[in-house]
């Protein structure tokens, strides 16, 4: 069975630090690339951030500097590590996994993506 499960979501302060879990099961790891998406009520879902397989990364303008990515593949799982947080960062964070088979590549839009997880909320007060 595929899995992804995220975990680490919560209340904040403005200004504050949240580490963001993705958990993954039921798939070789090694060959996807992982995205993180957000989507906040009455907004469409964005693409946060993305990791390849073999670690590059990239994010949204909004997040650079703030957020940073990583996985740990004998673990089979993915984090987001996110400082200086803003009401703006309030959301539901979900992860996503799809292959790939060029090691650099990741995808910044949710269409490629091949499973998700459910979701973990994420609320910044001001």
């Known amino acids: 069975e595929v899995q992804l499960v995220e975990s680490g979501g919560g209340l904040v302060q403005a200004g504050g630090s949240l580490r963001l879990s993705c958990a993954a099961s039921?798939?070789?790891?090694?060959?996807?690339?992982i995205g993180w998406f957000r989507q906040a009520p009455g907004k469409e879902r964005e693409g946060v951030s993305c990791?390849?397989?073999?670690?590059?990364?990239d994010y949204v303008d909004s997040v650079k500097g703030r957020f940073t990515i990583s996985r740990d593949n004998a673990k089979n799982t993915v984090y987001l590590q996110m400082s200086s947080l803003k009401p703006e960062d309030t959301a539901v964070y979900y992860c996503?996994?799809?292959?790939?088979?060029?090691?650099?590549?990741?995808?910044?839009?949710?269409?490629?993506?091949?499973?998700w997880g459910q979701g973990t909320q994420v609320t910044v007060s001001s």
């Open positions: 990791i390849s397989s073999d670690g590059s990364a």
């Open positions: 039921g798939f070789t790891f090694d060959d996807y690339a």
């Open positions: 996503a996994a799809e292959e790939v088979f060029i090691d650099s590549v990741c995808y910044e839009t949710a269409s490629p993506y091949d499973y």
